[in-house]
């Protein structure tokens, strides 16, 4: 079945540092793909989504490229601040019917 | 504020105790979605409705009771639990059932945080 496998952290960045984190992904056919990110206490939010081969999700700064030859959709962010401290998921609507499929989630801690 | 609105917020629970949380979207979604969150653990998908009718139940056992009455509400019924059962129960809606053509996003409620003694 469809899957998702994403760097499962901590961690721990500087204020103003580059953020990486690696999400590939297994699956039949064209899935979109998506990050969610949950804060302290709360549940979560979408932060960017894609939905076919080359598109670049953006918002707050982050981005993420579908990128087919390498089924990754790896998320970026040039400088990051400590209110991204946060847990960060990675997951993919299936093309078959199948429901989201969430990674592990990748905790960041940014320090001031 | 939230679309999607779970109650209550934290409980705590005996193992004989019986409990409900509830769900509640004001988003006008036809899919509902119960999630459990485990300390280490990757999200679990629970139970899935569609149109008030539940089209998954991913191996949750009997001891988890799901209802949805209508598109707008999703309650857990709870009874008998196990100390491993604790957790953070997590409500999601999305506009249409997730995969195929659909390539909508799931809207999350806060969750309820439940801690079985």
């Known amino acids: 079945g469809d899957s998702v496998t994403q760097m499962e952290g901590p961690v721990t960045l500087s204020e103003e540092a580059f953020l990486t984190i690696n999400c590939t992904y297994t699956a039949t056919g064209y899935p979109s793909l998506f990050w969610y990110v949950q804060y302290p206490g709360e549940g979560l939010q979408l932060l960017l989504k894609?939905?076919?081969?080359?598109d670049k999700g953006s918002n707050k700064g982050f981005e993420a490229t579908y990128r087919k030859e390498t089924t990754s959709f790896h998320l970026e962010k040039g400088s990051v601040q400590v209110s991204d401290s946060a847990v960060y998921f990675c997951a993919l609507s299936g093309v078959y019917g199948q429901n989201f499929v969430f990674g592990p989630g990748t905790r960041l801690s940014v320090l001031p | 504020e939230t679309g999607v609105t779970q109650t209550p917020r934290h409980l705590v629970m005996g193992m004989t105790n019986k409990k409900s949380l509830k769900c509640e979207q004001h988003l006008g979604h036809n899919a509902m979605y119960w999630y459990k969150q485990s300390a280490k653990k990757p999200l679990e998908l629970m139970f899935v409705?569609?149109?008030?009718?539940?089209?998954e139940n991913n191996s949750v056992p009997s001891r988890f009771s799901p209802e949805c009455p209508n598109s707008s509400h999703l309650f857990l019924h709870l009874h008998t639990l196990q100390p491993e059962d604790s957790a953070l129960y997590l409500c999601a809606s999305s506009p249409r059932l997730a995969g195929g053509t659909n390539t909508g996003e799931l809207f999350f409620g806060e969750g309820s945080r439940l801690t079985v003694l």
């Open positions: 409705y569609n149109f008030k009718e539940q089209t």
């Open positions: 894609a939905t076919k081969a080359d």
